[in-house]
């Protein structure tokens, strides 16, 4: 069965400390993406990747930053946790470009204090 | 700047009834949207989808429909069961771009 894991389910941090949110997929999809659900805003996007080492902005990329050293892992990086920043964050990957459906993890809940 | 629009945070149907999700669009280049459902603690699962080049798409007893010029797409689930009872997410994106934009979102209740 393949998979979108995410290393985290539930995670509790400290404001300013540097959080690192860990997804793994194992389907060899070239797109990764990393998105944030709150309530009444849906998923937005924070950043995706279309390949080893690229990364692209999404819709709210401030206070976050990303790194793809390989295939099947996308990483997300809080660099200064922040209240505002408590949120649950999805995780998603696809075979291609726009159009196809997305596999997601089940999503790390973040909460910082 | 919400590009999907869901505009309806809940719906309550009976068990057996019709259920209609709606959703709205503002950005013309989009060509391709799907619905996505997700449980508690679980991540969104693909449900189904209907390119620009269609109006309607069947899938079992989720229909969706496209009505470009209204920009407006809606998920029909008939008959309703409890198990359909869960946050429902219009998507969509265009052909050329690998992201999807995501509405915020319907929380459907079926009741028995």
């Known amino acids: 069965d393949v998979k979108v894991t995410q290393s985290s389910r539930y995670l509790v941090k400290r404001t300013g400390e540097k959080v690192f949110l860990e997804c793994v997929q194992d389907?060899?999809?070239?797109?990764m993406f990393w998105y944030r659900q709150d309530p009444g805003l849906g998923l937005r996007l924070i950043y995706f990747s279309y390949d080893v080492k690229m990364k692209e902005k999404g819709d709210i990329p401030e206070g976050y930053s990303v790194s793809r050293e390989k295939k099947e892992r996308f990483s997300l990086i809080l660099e200064s946790a922040s209240t505002n920043q408590t949120s649950m964050y999805l995780c998603?990957?696809?075979?291609?470009?726009?159009?196809?459906?997305?596999?997601f993890g089940s999503g790390t809940r973040l909460t910082v204090v | 700047d919400q590009q999907v629009k869901q505009n309806s945070p809940s719906l309550s149907v009976q068990e057996g009834r019709i259920s209609i999700l709606n959703c709205d669009y503002t950005n013309s280049m989009f060509d391709y949207f799907l619905w996505y459902k997700k449980y508690p603690a679980e991540g969104p699962t693909f449900l189904i989808s209907i390119s620009s080049i269609k109006d309607k798409n069947e899938d079992g007893r989720f229909t969706v429909f496209l009505n470009k010029s209204a920009k407006h797409l809606s998920l029909h689930i008939v008959p309703s069961q409890p198990g359909d009872s869960a946050v429902y997410f219009c998507a969509a994106s265009a052909y050329n771009n690998n992201d999807m934009r995501f509405g915020a979102g319907t929380r459907l209740t079926v009741k028995p």
């Open positions: 998603a990957s696809s075979l291609s470009t726009g159009g196809y459906g997305y596999t």
């Open positions: 389907m060899d999809h070239e797109n």
